[in-house]
T-cell receptor, first 113, second 113 residues
Framework: DAGITQSPRHKVTETGTPVTLRCHQT?????MYWYRQDPGHGLRLIHY???????DKGEVSDGYSVSRSKTEDFLLTLESATSSQTSVYFC????????????FGPGTRLTVT | DQQVKQNSPSLSVQEGRISILNCDYT??????FLWYKKYPAEGPTFLIS?????DKNEDGRFTVFLNKSAKHLSLHIVPSQPGDSAVYFC????????????FGDGTTLTVKP
């Protein structure tokens, strides 16, 4: 299994509070991704990174920001959490641009009350 | 506009029989297709993939077929086993998008003993 961990694994927070989710990898892979998964929906890309300090938006990036100061860590921040951001968040990594397969972390279940 | 569609939310088959999961796509720029398997409370795991230059790829009990003219791919599992019960996601990628994948909504497969 790829070495990917996510923290926290579960979090309950109140509307309007900031939240940061962490993804940590030990594979030294260049590409990292944040997805959200909602009931009846597939995985939707929030943001991705193609190197340290190199990030870009995905299809559902509104309300989210990311940072990557080290190869191994990719942080997802909800600046002011809303109930619509209640979801399961998955981090994924891939080795290179040409390595289409992605390896996923175990997920973080976030509930915004 | 959903570019990757899995029109069957669920599928139930008997152990030992064939499971066929289907996926349709609309973007002709997609050049690589993947299937992921997801158990509850875990992250998705890569299962099998196929490049657009092929029409079939086989790995043990799993075979993926690609029909480019119909923009359709399918995953065959033969024989199906109870441990195959999971959610299966179809994903599509295009090289120009740095390996980012677009996911379908998933099909829940139940294999009955």
């Amino acid at each position: 299994d790829a070495g990917i961990t996510q923290s926290p694994r579960h979090k309950v927070t109140e509307t309007g509070t900031p939240v940061t989710l962490r993804c940590h990898q030990t594979e030294n892979h260049r590409y990292m991704y944040w997805y959200r998964q909602d009931p009846g929906h597939g995985l939707r890309l929030i943001h991705y990174s193609y190197g340290v300090k190199d990030t870009d938006k995905g299809e559902v990036s509104d309300g989210y920001s990311v940072s990557r100061s080290k190869t191994e860590d990719f942080l997802l921040t909800l600046e002011s959490a809303t109930s619509s951001q209640t979801s399961v968040y998955f981090c994924a990594i891939s080795e290179s641009r040409d390595a289409y397969e992605q390896y996923f972390g175990p997920g973080t279940r976030l509930t915004v009350t | 506009d959903q570019q990757v569609k899995q029109n069957s939310p669920s599928l139930s088959v008997q152990e030992g029989r064939i499971s066929i999961l289907n996926c349709d796509y609309t973007n002709s720029m997609f050049d690589y297709f993947l299937w992921y398997k997801k158990y509850p409370a875990e992250g998705p795991t890569f299962l099998i993939s196929i490049s657009s230059i092929k029409d079939k790829n086989e790995d043990g009990r799993f075979t993926v077929f690609l029909n480019k003219s119909a923009k359709h791919l399918s995953l065959h599992i033969v024989p199906s086993q109870p441990g195959d019960s999971a959610v299966y996601f179809c994903a599509a990628s295009e090289r120009s998008r740095a390996g980012k994948s677009t996911f379908g909504d998933g099909t829940t497969l139940t294999v009955k003993p």
